[in-house]
């Protein structure tokens, strides 16, 4: 893709299952890719310190206030039972302190902020929006 050609790349609850490497390749290409006054908006970012459990939690409430508790409890038995907990526990997610995606980011060529709030239904995930530096 042409360079400077997009004006909003949002990668949501994907950089978990990138390794460290992976991850910079992919900033460094969205950041090529960014008009000027575009954005990436990188959501789901897992902390180091919070585990599987506010997983479990997060979409338990979810599927309550939203009216399916009953799916999110079948999902959650099927996962369990599937290759993905076993790879899960196996391998691991990736995980960043705010501090670490920020240098991650930076070292991309961004300008970053964190997000008040995550963008997906995870309130202990991150999300962050990053931004070429502007130019005066
Ligand atoms: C939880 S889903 C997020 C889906 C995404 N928000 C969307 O709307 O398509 C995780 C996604 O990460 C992708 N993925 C997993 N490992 C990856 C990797 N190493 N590089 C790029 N994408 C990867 C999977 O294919 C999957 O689509």
Redesign the pocket.
Known sequence: MEDQSIDLV?????A????PE?LDG?LLNIRRLLTPSGKLVL??ILQPEVGMGRDVMALLSFGLRHGFLKDALIGLISTALSDYRQLRSRIGLQRYSEDEITAKLTAAGFAVQRAQTNVGHNRWRMTFIARPPVVR
Do not use: I
């Not at 949002?10 to 994907?14: I, R």
């Not at 978990?16 to 390794?19: H, P």
């Open positions: 949002v990668m949501n609850s994907v978990q299952y990138m390794t992976e992919a959501g789901d």
